[in-house]
């Protein structure tokens, strides 16, 4: 069974999560490589259904497994209880209304129409440092809870996920097509294997990201976590810092205030996560796969499109790769250099 606009309001009537005599509308909403997206509403209600692709649709053959959506209704339970227990209401994450085992189906309660997506904001030039600081104190906070608990750590035990939606496309596609860097990423992804410490979001950016401003106080809604997975922290982290790194390369003229945002981001994660020399190291790595991979992988980046762009990331990457640059500090240095000389 595939769902779409016409079959899924049927669908959620015979699931019992649209009432018999409700009028109901269904959209699709667009943007996912990886899944049926259709939001539904009836009434006052709204919900967004989800169904994994068996095959992303991008352009290189990319298959998955669907039973990823199943992480992605317990990982949202995960995140939810630790956004709850948080002092302020900044962060929330959509409750699961119904998860059908058997079509590999979820069904999330909508955020807010009125939220956006920050990575809108961003490409926009809008860049709110206080946003990156949020995300980087929820994500050290989930982190936290998880590391030590047995229980979440059987939940995620499934590396396949992560396997096939990172490891093979990213890293393992960029090994293939620079074989001067093949030894490290190999060893980044042996690292990656055998560092498994806590629940890793897997897709921890900014188009996972809503921001909505019309209550008295600004809330933030996490999103889509079917690559979670136990695993290595340093991954979420690397992971939303090449995002914006890259935008600090894209909007150069406004750079700074995404360099700005990647380091209140990480300071606020330090903050709670203390990270050790050899840790940072190995931050950086990483680092540089997902730059490389973001624009040479499977899934580049859709919005960089200019030659020279794409090749001031990839000086980028080859430094951090390299080894060249051996803390955050030194690589905005080096970005700024980069930048100034092209």
Sequence with gaps: MRLDADSVVPYLRGSGVVPADATATA?????????????????????????????????????????RVHNEAAAARVYASVAAK???????????????????????????????????????????????????????????????????????ERYAPFEQLRLDPYHRTVADRYPEYAAVIDREIERLRTSRTTLVHGDYSPKNVLVDDTGEARTLWLLDFEVAHWGDPLFDVAFMLSHLFIKSVYRAADGEAYVDAATSFLDAYRAEQELSTARERHLLTELGVLLLARVDGKSP????????????????????????????????????????DT
């Design 27 to 67: 959209h699709t909403l667009g943007g996912g490589v990886s899944n049926a997206v259709l939001r539904v509403e009836w009434d006052d209600r709204a919900v967004v259904v989800k169904q994994p692709f068996p095959d992303l649709a991008v352009e290189a053959d990319w298959p998955a497994d669907v039973e």
């Design 86 to 156: 948080r002092p302020a209401a900044d962060v929330r994450v959509p409750a699961v209304r119904y998860e059908d085992e058997d079509e590999h189906v979820i069904v999330l309660a909508a955020a807010p129409e009125p939220a956006r997506m920050w990575k809108a904001d961003l490409l926009a030039g809008r860049v709110d440092t206080a946003v990156a600081a949020t995300l980087g104190s929820m994500l050290a906070a989930v982190h936290e809870t998880a590391t030590g608990d047995p229980a979440i750590e059987r939940e995620f």
């Design 301 to 340: 980046v859709e919005y960089v499109e200019r030659a020279a762009t794409k090749d001031q990331i990839r000086t980028l990457a080859g430094q951090l790769l390299s080894g060249e640059s051996e803390t955050i500090e030194a690589f905005v240095s080096a970005r700024n250099t980069v930048l100034s």
